[in-house]
């Protein structure tokens, strides 16, 4: 008789995720997925008609607000151009804000079973994926109504989405990681949401925003992960001036937060019981 047993040192414990022990516990990830998937409209009147009226709610408040108020010229019908920066920001804010709770939120697991704990907020991240998907749908539908050809960059725009992902998952992240321990970051994290929507080229070029800022605050609203990715993934579509340079400070934020999320999450990981 075999006796199969984990046992876990913490005097072995390495500073990176073990990839290969996230593997072995993906039918657990399936399983999370699953149950987020089914109960995240169980009870509601609408169910997933909610993960199409909320983009659409947002996009009008922004062609009324920008397109019609402030007067914002684009190259592209302003729907369109408004959908495009949605299409990625809609799936970076639900990370943002469902993997950043989601230890919390799944506590009572966490005291009692050992798993990788790094499964939560990539389940949520999963889930993310719907909302992904039917932004890309509405899009899709606008540049049809609007008769938009998309440009010889398009192949380019699975790269940028991608970018989006892991920007969205590196913040979920150290999010996940940080509100174990500093609980204020459920009050932050909302307030993060609202003012990324306006920090982002998304309502607006990033142009327009380089033409009231200095010099020197370019670089910083670059900063902003997401804010490279999305005028990427429109010049992608649609063509255009391509971006500038400042675009690969974004990229570069990307890659230094995915990878010291990582190893900020393992650090904290074997305490999370404790704390939650």
């Known amino acids: 008789m075999s006796n199969n047993h984990k046992i876990i040192d913490a005097s072995h414990s390495s500073i990176i995720p073990d990839f290969k022990e996230l593997y072995r516990y993906k039918d657990l990830f399936i399983t999370l997925t699953w149950r ?52 990625i920001w809609t799936y970076f804010s639900f990370v943002m804000t469902n993997a950043g709770s989601s230890i919390i939120a799944s506590q009572g697991m966490v005291k009692k079973i050992y798993f990788p704990r790094l499964i939560i907020p990539l389940s949520k991240a999963a889930v993310g994926l719907i909302d992904l998907a039917i932004s890309l ?3 899709i539908i606008l540049m049809f109504y609007y008769g938009v050809v998309p440009s010889a960059n398009v ?13 969205a998952l590196a913040v979920g992240i150290w999010l996940s990681a940080l509100t174990v321990r500093y609980r204020d970051f459920q009050h932050i994290v909302p307030f993060m949401v609202q003012i990324g929507l306006y920090i982002t080229p998304i309502a607006y070029p990033a142009e327009f925003a380089m033409q009231q800022l200095p010099k ?61």
Do not use: C, H
């Not at 790269?159 to 920007?167: H, P, Q, Y």
């Not at 400042?246 to 704390?275: P, Q």
């Open 155 to 167: 192949w380019l725009a699975p790269v940028f989405l991608l970018f989006g992902m892991i920007a």
């Open 216 to 276: 020197w605050a370019a670089t910083i609203y670059y900063l902003n992960p997401i804010a490279g990715v999305v005028q990427g993934f429109r010049w992608a579509v649609f063509g255009g001036e391509a971006p500038g340079s400042l675009m690969y400070v974004s990229f570069a934020m990307i890659l230094i937060l995915f990878v010291s999320g990582l190893f900020y999450f393992k650090k904290v990981e074997d305490d999370m019981a404790d704390y939650v």
């Open 36 to 87: 987020d998937f089914r109960v995240r409209y169980a009870q509601t009147t609408i169910g997933m008609l909610w993960a199409l009226l909320q983009p659409v709610v947002t996009l009008a408040i922004l062609a009324l607000v920008f397109g019609k108020f402030v007067g914002v010229k684009t190259d592209i019908p302003y729907l369109l151009f408004a959908m495009t920066g949605m299409t």
């Open 137 to 139: 749908v509405i899009m």
